[in-house]
């Protein structure tokens, strides 16, 4: 391919193109990443967005829970993604322990993942959480909220359960969300909870940028662990999720895949993904 004919490169992914998008109904494709080569190849593949998750502590470090991940495991992690990574959006997450003590604890932990080169932080849970994501973005620190199934708190939840499956679960959800939303949360996780609640929950806040895993299809966008849909997951997958390895090719063709699929509305399927 001669230059005069090589596509033009992407531009950097910005908060403000995100909301672009969102506006004129482009789904966000977003996947998880741990390192700088897999940032390198889902930024190559296309992604809009890479969370560097606690999700971490399961996948790469082997324990039970995203529990035992701590701050400086997380600002590492999120060096590493930084330096492969070229125009995508980085999400860093803020792990246990590292906000609940109260908004100035968090926002040295977010301080530390900003300087590590997150674009953006993000927190688990509603109600309490509605004024430090307060505190923080009024101090320029974009905020992603994340409620539904909070792996965080799994141990109260009771485990990996779908959340709001009844009218009153549903009404806290919708109403967490409207606080987050108030709050100036410009994007929330929505993870394990019937379609029909996160429909409600992207419908009362549609400036919000709703990124769904297990949640259906009318979010804003979706996020998928990449180890996940690249079936290097052993045992059983999640029911929301799809191995897009299936057709063959590489790694990075399977992450191409997952962003048309995200982009055209295939994926998630209901049928074969909701709840």
């Excluded at 470090?61 to 980085?90: F, I, K």
């Excluded at 939303?181 to 609640?197: F, K, N, T």
């Excluded at 996020?223 to 029911?239: A, I, Q, S, Y």
Aim: net charge neutral; hydrophobic share 45%; with cysteine.
């Amino acid at each position: 391919m001669t230059a005069a004919t090589a596509p033009a490169a992407r531009k950097s992914i910005t908060l403000h193109r995100l909301r672009e998008m969102h506006a004129q109904r482009e789904k966000i494709a977003m996947v998880t990443a741990y390192d700088a080569t897999f940032a390198r190849l889902v930024d190559d593949a296309g992604v809009d967005s890479i969370l560097v998750g606690d999700s971490l502590g399961m996948i790469v470090q082997g324990q039970s829970s995203t529990v035992p991940v701590t701050l400086d495991e997380m600002v590492y992690h999120t060096r590493c993604v930084v330096r492969g990574n070229r125009t995508a959006w980085v999400v860093g997450d803020l792990p246990f322990g590292s906000y609940q003590e109260g908004r100035e604890q968090a926002l040295r932990s977010s301080v530390a993942l900003m300087r590590a080169g997150a674009h953006m932080v993000k927190l688990e849970g509603g109600g309490w959480t509605a004024e430090t994501v307060h505190f923080l973005t009024e101090r320029g620190i974009p905020v992603c909220a994340h409620l539904g199934l909070t792996p965080q708190s799994v141990h109260a939840l009771g485990g990996y359960r779908i959340q709001g499956r009844d009218a009153a679960g549903a009404d806290t959800l919708r109403k967490h969300a409207r606080e987050l939303a108030e709050a100036g949360a410009a994007m929330m996780v929505l993870e394990l909870m019937p379609s029909a609640v996160a429909t409600q929950v992207q419908a009362d806040n549609p400036g919000m940028m709703t990124i769904g895993i297990g949640a259906g299809a009318a979010t804003a966008g979706q996020v998928l662990v990449l180890h996940d849909m690249l079936n290097f997951t052993r045992g059983k997958l999640p029911r929301f999720v799809r191995n897009f390895t299936a057709e063959g090719g590489s790694a990075e063709d399977a992450v191409r895949r997952y962003v048309a699929a995200v982009k055209d509305g295939s994926f998630p399927d209901e049928a074969l993904h909701g709840y």
